[in-house]
């Protein structure tokens, strides 16, 4: 298989993590991911013929171009087919691309499609940009293909970032919007795409979309000339010579010092931080890294969220307006994964836990503020049921719940039928980065702190919170309409 296959899959594969760690031993996933795929395929070779969907799809990658076995096109094809067939999005994406290339099988497009969409709707974003491009380059319609592409590139990937971006500056599919077009040429070029770079350049040079700074449109047309394949090279050098003609001696070296020594960003998952423009490059500040969720569990303004969304930050703040509230972090438990935090003024809406422990199959509501800059900047309300008393690994510290969850809702609130608190929402990775690079949970395979262990956390530094054993079931609408009033949008700056 080619080279761009694989990489593609590879990077699938880190962006479904977490359901390796669900479906299989943890140290698969780190296997994978260190090359040492003797172990993987020691580890996953039981589970995947007992019918484990992850062990399945990840012999199926070691097959297609073997990785640690001989390369086996039609093994790697069974094994695909197999994981596909119990709905595993991962493996729904590789098999259509293994249609499309004709790996094991005859080339079927019709049928790569019909695998890439199952995989575009459960989230991959591989699969959602491929649905993209082929509306857009099979079937000629633009509006079909940003269906696709815009999560996709919200959910950080590259090509459908910059195609975003070149879809807003010449109106394909949507009504021209300069602004919009530099919203998504940045965060492809801050990633390294040398096209968006030298769009971006342009649109500053013209001062289209952005206000015009001739410093920054040089800058940009530099790091782009950098790549020695850039496309567009000869026009990118004419610009550089254009705007260099309008600025002093001393902009253009210092534009030209910072953009040879300018490293792409790593590409993650979810919200990206807010860029510096070339003149502020220099100049420390912190930035927002990424965002969260927390409720308040005391009228003095207390709340409480989990640990990984404060552990890399420098401020935090809440949600409100242009500069947000900011708020202290009084406490942290890295183990249990929760945090205390402090909000500057008292509130009046705060959570009920429940006395009593949660039951199997109990109906829940998840509030909190998912996927940044993609989804409402409103609270957003999933609902499902308590799908085991235990988490990932039998851990008696979580519960397993079907309520959707996506990056973002990460410290808030899991409510039972009465309003009360049977839970904090929790990402299954270690830090706001790697979370951030989970995507979307596969199955609903979800996961929550248990309430009982976040009033013990709570009760270690001194906050008592309020509690009762029982209450009148409400209605999804009336468990919303109380929640919101008691959960707020955290932001993590660094």
């Known amino acids: 298989m080619s080279g761009k296959w694989l990489c593609a899959l590879a990077a699938t594969a880190a962006i479904f993590g977490a359901a390796v760690a669900q479906?299989?031993?943890?140290?698969?996933?780190?296997?994978?991911?260190?090359?040492?795929?003797?172990?993987?395929?020691?580890?996953?070779?039981?589970?995947?013929?007992?019918?484990?969907?992850?062990?399945?799809?990840?012999?199926?990658?070691?097959?297609?171009?073997?990785?640690?076995?001989?390369?086996?096109?039609?093994?790697?094809?069974?094994?695909f087919q197999l994981a596909a067939a119990q709905g595993n999005h991962t493996a729904e994406y590789n098999l259509g691309l293994v249609y499309e290339l004709g790996e094991g099988v005859p080339k079927n497009f019709a049928e790569a499609e019909n695998w890439y969409a199952k995989a575009a709707e459960g989230g991959v974003p591989y699969a959602q940009w491929r649905m993209g491009a082929i509306a857009i380059d099979v079937h000629k319609d633009w509006k079909a293909g940003l269906k696709w592409i815009r999560p996709a590139a919200a959910q950080g990937l590259i090509d459908a970032q910059a195609a975003l971006g070149f879809a807003y500056e010449r109106g394909n599919g949507v009504k021209r919007n300069p602004k919009l077009a530099a919203k998504w040429y940045e965060a492809a070029a801050d990633h390294g795409d040398t096209a968006a770079q030298s769009h971006f350049a342009g649109l500053y040079e013209r001062g289209d979309g952005v206000d015009q700074d001739f410093k920054e449109s040089y800058f940009w047309y530099a790091v782009a000339l950098r790549d020695p394949k850039d496309p567009t090279a000869k026009q990118d050098a004419e610009g550089l010579r254009r705007v260099a003609a309008k600025l002093g001696a001393a902009d253009v070296a210092d534009a030209a010092k910072i953009a040879k020594d300018w490293k792409p960003e790593e590409e993650v998952i979810g919200p990206k931080p807010k860029r510096r423009s070339a003149s502020s490059r220099s100049r420390g500040g912190p930035r927002l890294f990424a965002t969260g969720t927390a409720f308040y569990v005391a009228r003095d303004g207390a709340l409480i969220t989990n640990n990984h969304v404060v552990a890399e930050c420098s401020t935090m703040r809440i949600s409100d307006g242009h500069d947000g509230i900011p708020v202290k972090v009084i406490a942290t438990d890295p183990q249990r994964d929760l945090a205390l935090l402090q909000a500057p003024s008292r509130v009046d809406a705060v959570a009920l836990f429940r006395s009593d422990k949660s039951k199997l199959g109990e109906n829940v509501v998840v509030v909190g503020f998912p996927l940044s800059g993609l989804l409402s900047s409103q609270p957003i309300v999933t609902s499902g049921i308590i799908s085991a008393l235990a988490g990932m690994r039998d851990?008696?510290?979580?519960?397993?719940?079907?309520?959707?969850?996506?990056?973002?809702?990460?410290?808030?609130?899991?409510?039972?039928?009465?309003?009360?608190?049977?839970?904090?929402?929790?990402?299954?990775?270690?830090?706001?980065?790697?979370?951030?690079?989970?995507?979307?949970?596969?199955?609903?395979?979800?996961?929550?702190?248990?309430?009982?262990?976040?009033?013990?956390?709570?009760?270690?530094?001194?906050?008592?919170?309020?509690?009762?054993?029982?209450?009148?079931?409400?209605?999804?609408?009336?468990?919303?309409?109380?929640?919101?009033?008691?959960?707020?949008?955290?932001?993590?700056?660094?």
């Not at 580890?43 to 012999?59: H, I, R």
């Open 23 to 79: 479906a299989a031993p943890g140290a698969v996933f780190e296997a994978f991911r260190n090359k040492d795929y003797a172990t993987v395929l020691r580890v996953c070779d039981g589970p995947a013929k007992a019918g484990d969907s992850v062990c399945q799809d990840m012999l199926g990658t070691l097959y297609a171009d073997g990785r640690g076995v001989p390369r086996d096109p039609a093994a790697a094809l069974h094994w």
């Open 395 to 494: 851990n008696q510290h979580e519960l397993q719940i079907s309520a959707p969850i996506q990056p973002g809702n990460s410290g808030g609130p899991l409510f039972d039928s009465t309003g009360r608190i049977a839970g904090v929402v929790v990402a299954t990775l270690d830090t706001v980065r790697l979370a951030r690079a989970i995507g979307v949970v596969p199955e609903n395979v979800n996961f929550a702190i248990k309430g009982d262990d976040a009033q013990q956390f709570l009760a270690a530094h001194g906050l008592k919170v309020a509690t009762a054993e029982t209450g009148k079931e409400l209605s999804t609408a009336a468990i919303a309409e109380q929640a919101v009033k008691m959960t707020v949008r955290l932001e993590c700056w660094k």
